[in-house]
């Protein structure tokens, strides 16, 4: 019998320094960190049968094309992530259509397999930037997981609508909220995802669940392995980055164990 999943895995991977806050100081990227926190991910997977979409950067790629085959050899996706980590309300039409085509080809040269989803650096696709869905679309892509469904003084978009829904031709996948009187809650991952007790998530998706919508899940591969020296962000920054993070990995792995976890294209086919 055909399990339909409770939730959808993805995974960003990248150094800390991505986290686009000003630094106070040069911080070298930790690349080696980056590819020890995949492969601490990819056990983790195995350990609770489950799968993910990791949306890797076409700079970290290319560094080190033997992780993207390392990722897709166990059944999980490789999706892109852009080239460099620009924001995209930043960098414009022009730069954005080069890296989701270069980003792509180089993902698909690397894997042997096609790619077709895409998430912004973070979560830079708002009001502003709305053009890059259409270009997407244009680009072939299948799906797009970009817009946070809470706005906040980074980013995101209040009222759309938060869970995986067509526009078009594109799928679009969305961390996940609760409602709430006023105002929705996230727990899809980052900040809120660490903040909240595991019991306040696992209740999250039970009342999912029984609504048919799966809980979309995220996190950063800093996030299960975060490196021994953190960049010189400011301290509202540092807080955002670090508050929980000892936490972190324990309450991925409690949800996990809950249900059954895929990644975004096996979502999309089931
Ligand atoms: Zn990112």
Redesign the pocket.
Known sequence: MRVSPNGILTV???DIS???FPLREAYPPEEKNVEKGVKEILALLASTQSRATF?I?GKTAKKNPALVKEIVKYKNKVAS??MT?RLVYRIGRKEFRREIQDSRKLLEDISGERVTGY????WSINENSLWALDMLQEEGFSYDSSIFPVKNFLYGIDNFPPYPHRRGKLWEIPPSTLPFPGKRIPIGGGFYFRFFPALFISQGLKWLSQRKIPLVLYF?TWEILPPAKLPAYSLLHQLIVTYNLSSLKNKVTRILKMGKFVSVEEYLHA
């Not at 998430?119 to 973070?122: G, L, M, T, V």
Request: glycine share 6%; hydrophobic share 30%.
């Open positions: 960003d991977v990248e991505c986290a686009n949306f950067l992530h852009g980590h998430r912004a650096p973070s950063h």
